[in-house]
Each structure stands twice: as C-alpha cells, then as structure tokens.
C-alpha cells in the first residue's frame, strides 16, 4: 500500500511541476456543464489541435471534418478541443446548452468542447494570449487552428480557410503523432 501512495505522490508532483508555466496550464469548464478541466492535466501528452468555433459562420462546415480528425486520430494520443467564439460579428449568439446541442445534432461533435471564450485583444482569455504570444497572432476568424506537440508546445497555427484534412495540417499532424 506504501508502495502505491508513493506512486500515486510521484504522478500528482510530476504532473502538477509538468504543468507549471506551460502553455495548457488553463482551466475551462466543458461546454454547458460545471464541470473544470485543466487542459495540461487531461491533455498532457497528446498532440492538441484547438480550434475556436462557431455555429453561424460561413465555415461552420469544418465541424464535420475535425470531428472525423478527432475519431481517425484518436487512438494515436490525438484531439481536437473546441472553443466557441462569439468575437467575429457575433456568429456564436446562442447559449452555451445551444452551441452544445447545435454541434451534437447537426455535426455529430463528440471531441471536447468548452465554455465560450474571447479568443482575440486585450479580453482574450489568458491561454490565447500565451497563443498569441507563441505564434505571433490571435486568430483571425472562426476556425484558426493551432496544433501543439505533445511537450505542450505550439508546433503550427493556421488559418481559418485550412480545412481539418488539408495537406498542410495532416502532414504537420502525423510529424508530431510519430515522435
């Protein structure tokens, strides 16, 4: 039993000291629940793409495309987390409990979505301003992507316009799933 409380010590310190200072060291709640999750404790080492969504935009299409990602990928430590915006000309009006059932029923969205956050300027939530303050730039529109390794830091951003299976991505993604 000793053995094990030491295990369980060694796992909480490492991972509580993995977390310190990185970029994922963020809580969000799961969309439409009170349940928080630190990113860096759920996620650490897996490859991420995060992407920040919205239900009334031109590009809301990619829904489809990231969840397939997500489920293709998943078994190889992969996954897409996703952060409803209303910052570009309010195409996320709707509550938390409609962008949820919106994203389930029309999409089939299973990958893990969280709370609505301001993405962009000086309200931005505190993990897109360390984003920004990594790759150069807050996103530009619904849909930026940005893939970060498996060490938590950033590999790539794109664009809004880069689809889920556009060359670019998948080949940055399957770089980062082989290491």
Known sequence: MRYLSLIALFWFTSTAFA?????????????ASDEQVNLCEAY?????LVVNTAS?????YQYEGLEKL????SEQDFVVLGFPSNDFFGQEPG??????????????????MFE????????????????????????????????????????????PRTKPYSKKLITRLNEELAK
Do not use: M
């Open 19 to 31: 977390c310190e200072g990185k970029l994922l060291d963020h809580n969000f709640r799961h969309l």
């Open 44 to 48: 650490t080492g897996k490859v991420i």
């Open 56 to 60: 009334k935009c031109g590009l809301t």
């Open 70 to 73: 997500h489920q293709e990928y």
């Open 95 to 112: 509550t938390e409990k409609q962008v949820q059932d919106f994203c389930k029923l029309t999409y089939g969205v299973k990958f893990p």
């Open 116 to 159: 609505k956050t301001v993405v962009k300027g000086d309200e931005a939530h505190a993990f897109y301003q360390g984003l920004k303050e990594v790759s150069g730039t807050y996103p530009r529109w619904n849909f930026h992507k940005f893939l970060i390794g498996r060490d938590g830091k950033l590999v790539d951003d794109f664009g």
